[in-house]
């Protein structure tokens, strides 16, 4: 059975640093690309992240390039997301989601939620300003 877990969630003062972790089974990474989406308080679930499934493709939305940097452990079936550099607008729940074919190539740059089938939880981030 495929499975994302979140985990690594919390409250970050400003200068911390905080990482996510998306624990997958079921699956390996070179099957599927991993994206990070977030959903703050009364707005749209945005994609901010993909790692491709052959590790080669990353792909950023503008929102958070140059401040946060996803990665994968292929040897611990996790992605990361790092997040040294925040703003109060990133406080959001954020989830793991996984695509295959086209999209988890990172063959689209838009990073939409409708293109991923697979997703975690949830887990809730919140920047103190």
């Not at 690594?8 to 099957?31: D, E, I, K, T, Y």
């Not at 140059?66 to 607008?89: K, N």
Request: proline residues 2%.
């Amino acid at each position: 059975q495929l499975q994302l877990v979140e985990s690594g969630g919390g409250w970050v003062r400003p200068g911390g640093c905080l990482r996510l972790s998306c624990a997958h089974s079921g699956f390996a990474l070179n099957q599927y690309g991993i994206a990070w989406f977030r959903q703050a308080s009364g707005r749209k679930r945005e994609g901010i992240a993909l790692i491709s499934n052959s590790g080669s493709n990353i792909v950023y939305a503008n929102s958070v390039r140059g401040r946060f940097i996803i990665s994968a452990d292929i040897a611990d079936s996790t992605v990361y997301l790092d997040m040294c550099i925040q703003e109060p607008e990133d406080s959001a729940v954020y989830y793991c989601a996984a695509a295959g074919g086209d999209t988890g190539a990172g063959s689209n740059t838009q990073l939409e939620d409708f293109e991923y089938v697979f997703w975690g939880r949830g887990a809730q981030v919140t920047f103190s300003s």
